[in-house]
């Protein structure tokens, strides 16, 4: 598939890595600088290519959300005329910067908050594992596979995703309509608290036993 990336960080360019080598066609976008932009290219690799947010998106059939909270909703609300009709895989926690706890939760979640800011996008929550794991030569961990927990509106784009999800290397666990990203994205934040403060680390992920 044609694959847009927004966010040249640790989980754009570990899902790109995974989805490049599967035959994914990646454009990556959106850093501080265009430097940082072509290194995520380069590290993404199998004829990845930077732009910009907006290239990136014109590109993607699938757009990958994989910014910082904070960032979050000004960049999806720039590209709201241009985000209708794709499917957008969020991917972002809405930690505090400091990572100490939830800004929005239980009531509503960033996925559904992603969704008014570009209200004719698809968009499908899908936090994935630790940048770590992504970037380990396997992401399996005592023989399993991480869980990743897949909500959105749309049964075609939430398929689409779960797809992805399993090309990465990950299990896709169909969790329903986008409001129940006011559960999973709880799940993050638990997950990164026993790495990061309970000091598990982050050979760790939360995974469903059917
Ligand atoms: N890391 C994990 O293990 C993990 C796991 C699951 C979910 N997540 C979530 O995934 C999202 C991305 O995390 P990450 O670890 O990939 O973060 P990251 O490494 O900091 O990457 C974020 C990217 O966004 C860019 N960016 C941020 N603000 C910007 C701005 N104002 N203008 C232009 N570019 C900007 C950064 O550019 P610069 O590098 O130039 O600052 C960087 O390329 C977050 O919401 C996080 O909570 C992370």
């Given at each position: 598939m044609k694959i847009g990336i927004i966010g040249a960080g640790n989980i754009g360019t570990g899902l790109g890595k995974r989805l490049a080598a599967e035959g994914h066609d990646i454009v990556v976008s959106f850093a501080r600088t265009p430097e940082k932009v072509a290194e995520a290219a380069t590290t993404i690799g199998s004829g990845a290519r930077p732009g910009s947010p907006e290239q990136a998106v014109a590109h993607g059939e699938v757009v990958i959300l994989a910014t910082p909270w904070g960032a979050t909703l000004d960049i999806v609300g720039s590209l709201a005329g241009a985000l209708a009709g794709k499917m957008v895989w969020d991917c972002t926690n809405p930690f505090a910067p400091d990572m100490?706890?939830?800004?929005?939760?239980?009531?509503?979640s960033a996925g559904e908050e992603i969704a008014h800011a570009a209200p004719r996008a698809h968009v499908v929550k899908a936090v994935p594992p630790f940048a770590v794991s992504l970037h380990?030569?396997?992401?399996?961990?005592g023989g399993r596979k991480p869980g990743v927990f897949v909500c959105a509106d749309d049964p075609a784009a939430r398929a689409v995703v779960m797809q992805l999800v399993a090309d990465i290397g990950a299990d896709a666990v169909?969790?329903?309509?986008?409001?129940?990203a006011r559960f999973t994205e709880p799940l993050g934040m638990l997950v990164t608290n026993l790495a990061y403060v309970q000091g598990l680390g982050p050979a760790i992920f939360a995974a469903l036993v059917r």
């Open positions: 100490s706890e939830l800004l929005i939760g239980t009531t509503t380990a030569a396997s992401m399996e961990i169909d969790t329903g309509p986008l409001k129940r």
